[in-house]
C-alpha cells in the first residue's frame, strides 16, 4: 500500500469512528434528556423552554432560541402559563413587549429539571477535568474553540 493510500485510509477510518461515537453519544445523551423530561410530565419543548427562561425573555427571543416560529412558542407557553409556571410581564424597556418569567414554582421546577439532567448522565464516568476537555475539543472540531 502507498504512502498516500495509508494515510487516506487511516483519515477515513477515524472520521468514520469519529462520526459513529458521536452519534452513538448523542443518541445516548438523547434518550438521558427524554427520560429526565418525562419524570416530570414535560414535553421536550417545554422542559427547553423552562430551561432557557432562567433569564426572562421575550416569546420572540424564547423562539429564536428555541429554533421554532412564535406561535409554537405561545402555544408552549400558554401550557406552562396554565400550569403556573410563567407569566407574562410587561417588558421594562419596551412598553410593547411582554417578557415571559418564571414564577417560584416555575424557578423550582427548572432546578429540578437541570438537577436531573445532570443526574446518572452518559457523562458521569468522565471527572470535571475530562468534561471540559471533550467539552474544548467538540468546540473546536464546531470551529468555535481554541
Avoid at 428555541?66 to 412558542?73: F, G, H, R, S, Y
Amino acid at each position: 500500500m502507498t504512502t498516500e493510500a495509508k494515510s487516506t485510509a487511516a483519515a477515513g477510518c477515524g472520521f468514520r469512528e469519529i462520526r459513529g461515537l458521536v452519534t452513538e453519544l448523542s443518541r445516548r445523551l438523547d434518550a438521558h434528556q427524554r427520560s429526565r423530561i418525562a419524570e416530570l410530565d414535560l414535553t421536550p419543548t417545554q422542559a427547553k423552554a423552562l430551561e432557557e427562561l432562567g433569564e426572562p425573555k421575550t416569546a420572540r427571543e424564547l423562539a429564536g432560541v428555541l429554533c421554532c416560529e412564535p406561535p409554537n412558542v405561545t402555544y408552549v407557553i400558554s401550557k406552562l402559563e396554565k400550569q403556573g409556571m410563567v407569566v407574562r410581564r410587561p417588558h421594562p424597556l419596551d412598553g410593547r413587549a411582554k417578557q415571559l418569567v418564571l414564577t417560584d414554582e416555575g424557578r423550582e421546577l427548572r432546578l429540578d429539571l437541570l438537577r436531573r439532567m445532570g443526574t446518572a448522565s452518559p457523562l458521569d464516568h468522565l471527572s470535571h477535568e475530562e468534561r471540559a476537555a471533550l467539552r474544548d475539543d467538540l468546540l473546536k472540531a464546531l470551529g468555535r474553540g481554541a
